[in-house]
Nanobody, 123 residues
Framework: VQLQASGGGLVQAGGSLRLSCAAPGLTFSDYGMGWFRQAPGKEREFVAAISWTDDTTYYTDSVKGRFTISRDNAKNTVYLRMNSLKPEDTAVYYC?????????????????WGKGTLVTVSS
């Protein structure tokens, strides 16, 4: 199973980006989906997740109110809409899938990971 993240790029502070992650070959509706990020010199951290069953969403405090995770089961795709971007959001963003995942995705024990997409926010 390959998860394919896209949508990263260079944006000025205050700007917006939408990341997409396609999951062909996955029984998508059976998986919770998450976004994680790793900034230079830092450990990977949880950003957001959406549950497999009722679309409950979870966010780390630093992105609440600015980022929105959503999913389209018909397209096997999860999205991360990022508004009001800050330089501290600069990182490689990874999508990941967890079978029947819900709040436990916070801890990062996911079944599948995609290659990252780089988001750079300039001040």
């Amino acid at each position: 199973v390959q998860l394919q993240a896209s949508g990263g790029g260079l944006v000025q502070a205050g700007g917006s980006l939408r990341l997409s992650c396609a999951a062909p070959g996955l029984t998508f509706s059976d998986y919770g989906m998450g976004w994680f990020r790793q900034a230079p010199g830092k450990e990977r951290e949880f950003v957001a997740a959406i549950s497999w069953t009722d679309d409950t969403t979870y966010y780390t405090d630093s992105v609440k109110g600015r980022f929105t995770i959503s999913r389209d089961n018909a397209k096997n795709t999860v999205y991360l809409r990022m508004n009001s971007l800050k330089p501290e959001d600069t990182a490689v963003y990874y999508c990941a899938a967890d079978w029947h995942g819900s709040s436990s995705m916070w801890f990062g024990a996911m079944d599948y990971w995609g290659k990252g997409t780089l988001v750079t926010v300039s001040s």
